[in-house]
Protein backbone atom coordinates (compact mmCIF):
# COMPACT_ATOMS: atom_id res chain seq x y z
CA UNK A 1 0.00 0.00 0.00
CA UNK A 2 2.87 2.37 0.78
CA UNK A 3 4.51 1.80 -2.47
CA UNK A 4 1.13 2.50 -4.55
CA UNK A 5 0.36 5.70 -2.30
CA UNK A 6 4.39 6.81 -3.46
CA UNK A 7 3.52 6.34 -6.82
CA UNK A 8 0.13 8.33 -6.29
CA UNK A 9 2.23 11.17 -4.80
CA UNK A 10 5.14 11.24 -7.37
CA UNK A 11 2.13 11.78 -10.34
CA UNK A 12 0.51 14.22 -8.44
CA UNK A 13 3.82 16.50 -7.88
CA UNK A 14 4.45 16.06 -11.65
CA UNK A 15 1.13 17.08 -12.32
CA UNK A 16 1.50 20.24 -10.05
CA UNK A 17 5.39 20.79 -12.08
CA UNK A 18 3.02 21.07 -14.81
CA UNK A 19 -0.04 23.26 -13.79
CA UNK A 20 1.36 25.86 -11.60
CA UNK A 21 0.13 28.46 -13.69
CA UNK A 22 -3.39 26.88 -12.98
CA UNK A 23 -4.94 26.69 -9.24
CA UNK A 24 -8.30 25.22 -10.37
CA UNK A 25 -6.55 22.60 -12.24
CA UNK A 26 -4.50 21.56 -9.20
CA UNK A 27 -7.36 21.34 -6.90
CA UNK A 28 -9.26 19.33 -9.06
CA UNK A 29 -6.14 16.30 -9.39
CA UNK A 30 -6.04 16.91 -5.59
CA UNK A 31 -9.22 15.96 -5.26
CA UNK A 32 -8.81 13.23 -7.67
CA UNK A 33 -6.58 11.38 -5.95
CA UNK A 34 -7.49 11.84 -3.02
CA UNK A 35 -10.79 9.81 -3.83
CA UNK A 36 -8.70 7.01 -5.32
CA UNK A 37 -6.60 6.83 -2.44
CA UNK A 38 -10.05 6.61 -0.50
CA UNK A 39 -10.91 3.51 -3.16
CA UNK A 40 -7.48 2.14 -2.57
CA UNK A 41 -7.86 1.73 1.08
CA UNK A 42 -11.62 1.00 1.01
CA UNK A 43 -10.04 -1.82 -1.77
CA UNK A 44 -7.25 -3.17 0.83
CA UNK A 45 -9.64 -3.42 3.69
CA UNK A 46 -11.62 -6.02 1.66
CA UNK A 47 -8.41 -7.80 0.54
CA UNK A 48 -7.56 -8.13 4.67
CA UNK A 49 -10.77 -9.08 5.50
CA UNK A 50 -11.09 -11.78 2.90
CA UNK A 51 -7.99 -12.92 4.26
CA UNK A 52 -9.01 -12.92 7.95
CA UNK A 53 -11.83 -15.25 6.98
CA UNK A 54 -9.73 -18.01 5.83
CA UNK A 55 -7.79 -17.43 8.88
CA UNK A 56 -4.43 -16.53 7.84
CA UNK A 57 -5.11 -13.14 10.04
CA UNK A 58 -2.30 -13.79 12.23
CA UNK A 59 0.92 -14.16 9.71
CA UNK A 60 -0.42 -11.13 7.48
CA UNK A 61 -1.69 -8.68 9.69
CA UNK A 62 0.01 -6.87 12.09
CA UNK A 63 -2.07 -6.26 15.67
CA UNK A 64 -2.05 -2.85 17.02
CA UNK A 65 -2.69 -2.17 20.55
CA UNK A 66 -5.76 0.05 21.45
CA UNK A 67 -8.14 0.74 24.27
CA UNK A 68 -11.59 1.44 23.63
CA UNK A 69 -14.89 2.73 25.15
CA UNK A 70 -18.06 0.73 25.13
CA UNK A 71 -21.40 2.57 24.10
CA UNK A 72 -24.42 2.64 26.53
CA UNK A 73 -26.61 5.23 27.53
CA UNK A 74 -25.72 8.30 29.29
CA UNK A 75 -26.98 11.23 30.63
CA UNK A 76 -25.89 14.53 28.13
CA UNK A 77 -26.26 18.13 28.37
CA UNK A 78 -25.46 20.54 26.04
CA UNK A 79 -24.70 24.66 27.26
CA UNK A 80 -24.40 27.93 24.92
CA UNK A 81 -21.65 30.45 25.81
CA UNK A 82 -21.50 33.96 25.80
CA UNK A 83 -19.59 36.80 26.36
CA UNK A 84 -21.17 39.21 29.25
CA UNK A 85 -19.43 42.08 31.48
CA UNK A 86 -20.53 43.23 35.21
CA UNK A 87 -22.35 46.22 35.66
CA UNK A 88 -23.20 47.56 39.57
CA UNK A 89 -26.36 47.03 40.32
CA UNK A 90 -26.03 50.93 42.49
CA UNK A 91 -24.15 53.28 41.42
CA UNK A 92 -24.32 57.01 40.88
CA UNK A 93 -23.35 59.84 38.76
CA UNK A 94 -23.86 62.74 40.94
CA UNK A 95 -24.21 66.31 39.73
CA UNK A 96 -26.00 69.56 41.55
CA UNK A 97 -29.22 70.90 41.46
CA UNK A 98 -28.34 74.76 41.18
CA UNK A 99 -25.22 76.13 40.04
CA UNK A 100 -22.56 77.34 42.61
CA UNK A 101 -19.38 77.77 43.94
CA UNK A 102 -17.29 74.59 45.55
CA UNK A 103 -17.12 75.70 49.34
CA UNK A 104 -15.86 72.08 50.88
CA UNK A 105 -15.86 68.42 49.73
CA UNK A 106 -16.35 66.45 52.49
CA UNK A 107 -15.07 62.87 51.11
CA UNK A 108 -12.32 61.68 49.09
CA UNK A 109 -11.69 58.88 46.75
CA UNK A 110 -11.95 55.47 48.25
CA UNK A 111 -14.06 56.58 51.25
CA UNK A 112 -17.19 54.17 51.73
CA UNK A 113 -20.27 56.42 52.60
CA UNK A 114 -23.92 56.31 53.81
CA UNK A 115 -27.03 57.11 52.13
CA UNK A 116 -27.15 60.93 52.57
CA UNK A 117 -24.25 61.66 54.01
CA UNK A 118 -22.90 64.91 52.98
CA UNK A 119 -20.20 64.95 50.22
CA UNK A 120 -19.94 68.69 48.99
CA UNK A 121 -21.08 72.19 50.03
CA UNK A 122 -21.89 74.96 48.02
CA UNK A 123 -21.39 78.47 48.52
CA UNK A 124 -24.40 79.46 49.95
CA UNK A 125 -23.64 82.70 51.62
CA UNK A 126 -26.07 84.80 49.18
CA UNK A 127 -29.00 82.41 50.06
CA UNK A 128 -28.29 82.32 53.44
CA UNK A 129 -28.31 86.27 52.78
CA UNK A 130 -32.03 85.92 51.46
CA UNK A 131 -33.05 83.84 54.09
CA UNK A 132 -32.50 85.98 56.73
CA UNK A 133 -34.24 89.00 55.06
CA UNK A 134 -37.12 87.21 54.23
CA UNK A 135 -37.55 85.74 57.70
CA UNK A 136 -37.63 89.14 59.37
CA UNK A 137 -39.97 90.16 56.93
CA UNK A 138 -42.10 87.25 57.46
CA UNK A 139 -42.27 88.08 60.95
CA UNK A 140 -43.30 91.34 60.38
CA UNK A 141 -46.03 90.12 57.80
CA UNK A 142 -47.37 87.13 60.42
CA UNK A 143 -48.31 90.00 62.92
CA UNK A 144 -49.69 92.33 60.94
CA UNK A 145 -52.10 89.48 59.19
CA UNK A 146 -52.82 88.43 63.21
CA UNK A 147 -53.77 92.49 63.96
CA UNK A 148 -56.25 92.52 60.51
CA UNK A 149 -57.31 89.21 61.45
CA UNK A 150 -58.72 90.43 64.79
CA UNK A 151 -59.66 93.37 63.55
CA UNK A 152 -61.95 91.64 60.45
CA UNK A 153 -63.72 89.67 63.21
CA UNK A 154 -64.73 92.40 65.47
CA UNK A 155 -65.84 94.17 61.91
CA UNK A 156 -63.17 96.75 61.32
CA UNK A 157 -61.57 97.36 58.72
CA UNK A 158 -62.09 96.16 55.50
CA UNK A 159 -62.18 92.93 53.76
CA UNK A 160 -59.13 94.01 51.46
CA UNK A 161 -56.51 95.17 53.90
CA UNK A 162 -57.61 91.52 55.52
CA UNK A 163 -56.74 89.49 52.29
CA UNK A 164 -53.86 91.40 51.25
CA UNK A 165 -52.19 91.05 54.69
CA UNK A 166 -52.97 87.32 54.53
CA UNK A 167 -51.40 87.37 50.91
CA UNK A 168 -48.38 88.87 51.82
CA UNK A 169 -47.67 86.29 54.84
CA UNK A 170 -48.81 83.66 52.56
CA UNK A 171 -46.33 84.85 49.84
CA UNK A 172 -43.08 85.81 51.74
CA UNK A 173 -43.84 82.26 53.30
CA UNK A 174 -43.80 80.56 49.76
CA UNK A 175 -40.80 82.54 49.16
CA UNK A 176 -38.62 81.19 51.85
CA UNK A 177 -39.71 77.92 51.50
CA UNK A 178 -38.24 78.04 48.25
CA UNK A 179 -34.63 79.22 49.68
CA UNK A 180 -34.62 76.18 51.82
CA UNK A 181 -35.22 73.98 49.20
CA UNK A 182 -32.21 75.84 47.23
CA UNK A 183 -29.84 76.16 50.43
CA UNK A 184 -30.33 72.31 51.44
CA UNK A 185 -29.78 71.66 47.16
CA UNK A 186 -26.39 73.43 48.03
CA UNK A 187 -25.60 70.54 49.98
CA UNK A 188 -25.04 67.77 47.81
CA UNK A 189 -25.91 64.05 49.73
CA UNK A 190 -24.97 60.64 48.80
CA UNK A 191 -27.77 59.34 46.95
CA UNK A 192 -26.40 55.23 47.30
CA UNK A 193 -24.36 54.00 49.83
CA UNK A 194 -21.17 52.99 48.16
CA UNK A 195 -17.40 54.00 47.06
CA UNK A 196 -16.54 57.47 45.93
CA UNK A 197 -14.47 56.33 43.12
CA UNK A 198 -14.07 59.57 41.31
CA UNK A 199 -14.19 62.99 42.51
CA UNK A 200 -13.93 65.34 38.72
CA UNK A 201 -13.72 68.85 40.61
CA UNK A 202 -11.54 70.78 43.11
CA UNK A 203 -12.52 73.52 46.03
CA UNK A 204 -13.17 76.60 44.43
CA UNK A 205 -14.21 75.38 40.94
CA UNK A 206 -17.97 76.19 39.51
CA UNK A 207 -20.63 73.29 40.06
CA UNK A 208 -23.04 73.48 37.23
CA UNK A 209 -26.47 71.54 37.21
CA UNK A 210 -25.57 68.44 34.18
CA UNK A 211 -21.86 68.51 35.20
CA UNK A 212 -20.68 65.23 36.87
CA UNK A 213 -18.66 66.30 40.00
CA UNK A 214 -18.79 62.92 41.60
CA UNK A 215 -18.99 58.68 40.44
CA UNK A 216 -20.21 56.45 43.69
CA UNK A 217 -20.40 52.88 43.29
CA UNK A 218 -21.83 49.95 45.12
CA UNK A 219 -20.10 46.73 44.52
CA UNK A 220 -21.77 44.58 46.68
CA UNK A 221 -24.61 43.55 43.76
CA UNK A 222 -23.85 43.28 40.22
CA UNK A 223 -25.56 42.83 36.72
CA UNK A 224 -23.86 40.15 34.68
CA UNK A 225 -24.88 41.14 31.17
CA UNK A 226 -24.43 39.21 28.11
CA UNK A 227 -25.38 39.18 24.36
CA UNK A 228 -27.21 36.09 23.20
CA UNK A 229 -28.07 35.22 19.63
CA UNK A 230 -31.64 35.36 18.78
CA UNK A 231 -31.53 31.95 18.06
CA UNK A 232 -31.92 30.86 20.95
CA UNK A 233 -34.58 33.30 22.38
CA UNK A 234 -36.98 30.40 23.37
CA UNK A 235 -33.99 28.31 25.31
CA UNK A 236 -33.30 30.60 27.94
CA UNK A 237 -36.10 32.38 30.40
CA UNK A 238 -36.46 34.29 33.63
CA UNK A 239 -35.38 32.03 36.38
CA UNK A 240 -33.50 29.43 34.59
CA UNK A 241 -30.15 28.61 35.94
CA UNK A 242 -26.86 30.38 34.44
CA UNK A 243 -22.92 29.48 35.41
CA UNK A 244 -21.04 32.86 35.32
CA UNK A 245 -17.45 32.42 35.11
CA UNK A 246 -14.61 35.06 34.83
CA UNK A 247 -11.55 35.22 32.78
CA UNK A 248 -9.61 37.23 35.51
CA UNK A 249 -10.39 34.34 37.90
CA UNK A 250 -10.44 30.96 35.84
CA UNK A 251 -11.39 28.88 38.84
CA UNK A 252 -13.92 30.72 40.28
CA UNK A 253 -17.26 29.65 39.00
CA UNK A 254 -21.03 31.08 40.24
CA UNK A 255 -24.20 29.37 40.12
CA UNK A 256 -26.47 32.29 39.22
CA UNK A 257 -30.35 32.87 37.90
CA UNK A 258 -31.72 34.75 34.73
CA UNK A 259 -32.96 37.70 36.25
CA UNK A 260 -34.30 38.95 33.23
CA UNK A 261 -34.15 38.51 29.21
CA UNK A 262 -34.25 41.94 26.86
CA UNK A 263 -37.44 41.91 24.82
CA UNK A 264 -35.80 44.02 22.01
CA UNK A 265 -33.63 42.17 18.85
CA UNK A 266 -30.29 44.59 18.39
CA UNK A 267 -29.87 45.19 15.12
CA UNK A 268 -26.68 45.10 14.43
CA UNK A 269 -25.66 41.76 15.71
CA UNK A 270 -28.98 40.45 16.15
CA UNK A 271 -28.79 39.42 19.45
CA UNK A 272 -31.00 39.88 22.72
CA UNK A 273 -29.51 40.54 26.54
CA UNK A 274 -29.51 37.95 28.87
CA UNK A 275 -29.28 39.48 32.48
CA UNK A 276 -28.36 37.58 35.50
CA UNK A 277 -27.86 39.19 39.14
CA UNK A 278 -24.99 38.10 41.45
CA UNK A 279 -23.73 38.85 44.97
CA UNK A 280 -20.15 40.31 45.38
CA UNK A 281 -19.13 38.43 48.11
CA UNK A 282 -15.18 38.64 47.89
CA UNK A 283 -15.55 42.34 46.91
CA UNK A 284 -13.35 40.75 43.98
CA UNK A 285 -15.73 41.98 41.23
CA UNK A 286 -15.35 45.56 39.53
CA UNK A 287 -17.69 46.85 37.26
CA UNK A 288 -17.34 46.88 33.16
CA UNK A 289 -14.99 43.20 34.72
CA UNK A 290 -15.33 40.84 31.39
CA UNK A 291 -17.67 37.63 32.08
CA UNK A 292 -19.11 34.58 30.69
CA UNK A 293 -22.38 33.15 30.58
CA UNK A 294 -23.40 29.87 30.18
CA UNK A 295 -26.87 28.62 30.06
CA UNK A 296 -28.62 24.79 29.16
CA UNK A 297 -30.34 24.64 25.66
CA UNK A 298 -30.21 21.05 25.13
CA UNK A 299 -30.26 17.99 27.51
CA UNK A 300 -31.25 14.35 27.12
CA UNK A 301 -31.10 11.22 30.05
CA UNK A 302 -30.28 8.28 27.20
CA UNK A 303 -28.12 9.54 25.09
CA UNK A 304 -24.66 7.77 23.03
CA UNK A 305 -22.16 9.92 23.27
CA UNK A 306 -17.97 9.60 22.42
CA UNK A 307 -15.07 11.55 22.62
CA UNK A 308 -15.26 14.37 20.03
CA UNK A 309 -11.38 13.79 19.35
CA UNK A 310 -11.76 9.94 18.26
CA UNK A 311 -14.32 11.51 15.16
CA UNK A 312 -12.89 12.11 11.96
CA UNK A 313 -13.92 13.32 8.47
CA UNK A 314 -13.35 12.39 4.55
CA UNK A 315 -15.14 12.79 1.14
CA UNK A 316 -18.31 10.82 2.50
CA UNK A 317 -18.88 12.24 6.07
CA UNK A 318 -17.60 11.44 9.38
CA UNK A 319 -16.54 8.41 10.77
CA UNK A 320 -15.15 6.40 13.66
CA UNK A 321 -13.58 2.82 14.61
CA UNK A 322 -14.81 0.56 16.48
CA UNK A 323 -13.61 -3.11 17.65
CA UNK A 324 -15.43 -5.88 15.61
CA UNK A 325 -14.54 -9.28 16.72
CA UNK A 326 -14.59 -12.28 14.41
CA UNK A 327 -12.14 -15.33 14.80
CA UNK A 328 -9.77 -12.16 16.32
CA UNK A 329 -10.76 -8.30 16.92
CA UNK A 330 -10.43 -5.95 13.79
CA UNK A 331 -10.95 -2.14 13.73
CA UNK A 332 -14.16 -1.51 11.84
CA UNK A 333 -15.05 1.53 10.12
CA UNK A 334 -18.35 3.33 10.76
CA UNK A 335 -19.63 6.38 9.27
CA UNK A 336 -21.61 8.14 12.05
CA UNK A 337 -24.24 11.04 11.74
CA UNK A 338 -23.15 13.45 14.71
CA UNK A 339 -25.25 16.13 16.65
CA UNK A 340 -24.19 18.29 19.39
CA UNK A 341 -20.61 18.58 20.95
CA UNK A 342 -20.26 19.99 24.86
CA UNK A 343 -16.80 19.86 26.35
CA UNK A 344 -15.30 17.32 24.92
CA UNK A 345 -17.65 15.08 23.65
CA UNK A 346 -20.22 14.54 20.88
CA UNK A 347 -23.55 13.21 20.53
CA UNK A 348 -24.02 10.38 18.11
CA UNK A 349 -27.45 9.84 16.38
CA UNK A 350 -27.60 7.15 13.74
CA UNK A 351 -24.40 5.19 13.07
CA UNK A 352 -23.69 3.35 16.21
CA UNK A 353 -25.34 1.04 18.66
CA UNK A 354 -25.76 0.61 22.38
CA UNK A 355 -22.56 -2.37 23.45
CA UNK A 356 -20.46 -1.16 20.20
CA UNK A 357 -17.17 -0.54 21.56
CA UNK A 358 -15.39 2.78 20.36
CA UNK A 359 -11.39 3.15 19.91
CA UNK A 360 -10.45 5.65 21.58
CA UNK A 361 -6.83 5.13 21.58
CA UNK A 362 -5.06 4.14 18.63
CA UNK A 363 -7.98 5.59 16.46
CA UNK A 364 -5.42 7.59 14.40
CA UNK A 365 -3.08 4.07 13.57
CA UNK A 366 -6.02 1.78 13.15
CA UNK A 367 -7.41 1.30 9.46
CA UNK A 368 -10.73 -0.45 8.33
CA UNK A 369 -10.45 -4.09 8.93
CA UNK A 370 -7.23 -3.92 10.35
CA UNK A 371 -5.68 -6.18 13.30
CA UNK A 372 -6.32 -4.97 16.81
CA UNK A 373 -4.93 -5.70 19.92
CA UNK A 374 -7.41 -4.27 23.03
Same mark, same amino acid.
Given at each position: ???????? +? =?? /??????????? @???????????????????????? +??????? !?????????? %????????????????????????????? /??????????????????? &?? *??? !????????????????????? =??????????????????????? !??? *?????? #?? %????????????????????????????????????? @?????? !??????? &? $??????? #??????????????????? &?????????????????? *???????????????????????????????????????????????????? $???????????????? $???????????????????????????? $????????????
Amino acid at each position: MKKLLSII +L =LA /FLLSCGNNESN @PEAIKTQIKEYKTQISDLEDKISN +LEQELVS !QGVEAKTVVG %LKVKSQLIAPKHFAHYVEASASLEAVNSA /FISPEISGQIQTIHVQEGN &FV *QKG !QLLVSLNSDIIKSSIKELETS =LDLAKTVFLKQEELWKQKIGSEI !QYL *QAKNNK #ES %LESKLNSLYIQRDKSRIKAPISGIVDVINVKKGELAM @PGAQII !QMVNIGN &F $YVNADVS #EKFIAAVKKGDKVIVSFPT &FPDWKIDAKVYRTGNIIK *QANRTFTLQAKINNKNNNLKPNMLASVKFLDFEMDEALVVPSIVIKEDFKGK $YLYIVETNSAPIARKK $YVKTSLSNDEVTMIIDGINVGDKVITEG $YNLVKDGMGIIE
